[in-house]
């Protein structure tokens, strides 16, 4: 079964660093792009960051919103299946769960998307 | 930044009748566009992509269409696991954005 699953979300201070992870299994996780996007208490989706299939730092292509762009550094590492996000600088409006997803080769789109990990950015 | 606006913002209907949920782009996305489906407490899942394809697993009664800046997700008989928020979502430019929702509730 094709699957991702976030973890590391937490309470974290403001100013504070969070790194999640997303774990990926059932699919060949280094053939595929990979994105973060978060959801507020009570609010939509937003998308904050995208990276290509390569972990090389030289070949891999990476988006960000610019709500957290210089904040946040998405990176993965394919020997691992695993996806991660840096965050840093924590602000309070950053207060979501964090959704990873796969892009899916034909076209692009976000599936699947796992369960979600809250991060809580309080004093 | 493409805006995605939904409209509405909450459409309320009974089980067995049909509901129509628009998306309207601020400007062209040409086919990029996709809905996804959110419950309470879930993660979001994938309906349509490109326009008008229904993804995997997906059943018939789910149907996108539209171009350009206006697109809509007709569904065309609810049944009771239909009732959620719906959400479009660009993918022509950078950055990826989403519309705010609608969400489809129980009348």
């Known amino acids: 079964e094709v699957q991702v699953e976030e973890s590391g979300g937490g309470l974290v201070q403001p100013g504070g660093s969070l790194r999640l992870s997303c774990a990926a299994s059932?699919?060949?996780?280094?053939?595929?792009?990979m994105t973060w996007v978060r959801q507020g208490p009570g609010k939509g989706l937003e998308w904050i960051s995208y990276?290509?299939?390569?972990?090389?730092?030289?070949?891999?292509?990476?988006h960000y919103a610019d709500s957290v762009k210089g904040r946040f550094t998405i990176s993965r590492d394919n020997a691992k299946n695993s996806l991660y996000l840096q965050m840093s600088s924590l602000r309070a409006e950053d207060t979501a769960v964090y959704f990873c997803a796969r892009l899916l080769k034909r076209g692009g789109w976000f599936d699947p998307w796992g369960q979600g990990t809250l991060v809580t950015v309080s004093s | 930044e493409i805006v995605l606006t939904q409209s509405p913002a909450t459409l309320s209907v009974s089980p067995g009748e049909g509901a129509t949920l628009s998306c309207r782009a601020s400007q062209s996305v040409s086919s990029y566009l996709a809905w996804y489906q959110q419950k309470p407490g879930q993660a979001p899942r994938l309906l349509i992509y490109?326009?008008?394809n229904r993804a995997t697993g997906i059943p018939a009664r789910f149907s996108g269409s539209g171009s350009g800046t206006d697109f809509t997700l007709t569904i065309s008989s609810l049944e009771p696991e239909d009732f959620a928020v719906y959400y479009c979502?660009?993918?022509?430019?950078?950055?990826?954005?989403f519309g705010g929702g609608t969400k489809v509730e129980i009348k």
């Open positions: 059932g699919f060949t996780f280094s053939s595929y792009e």
């Open positions: 990276i290509s299939s390569s972990d090389s730092s030289s070949d891999s292509t990476k």
């Open positions: 490109d326009a008008s």
């Open positions: 979502q660009q993918r022509s430019n950078w950055p990826l954005t």
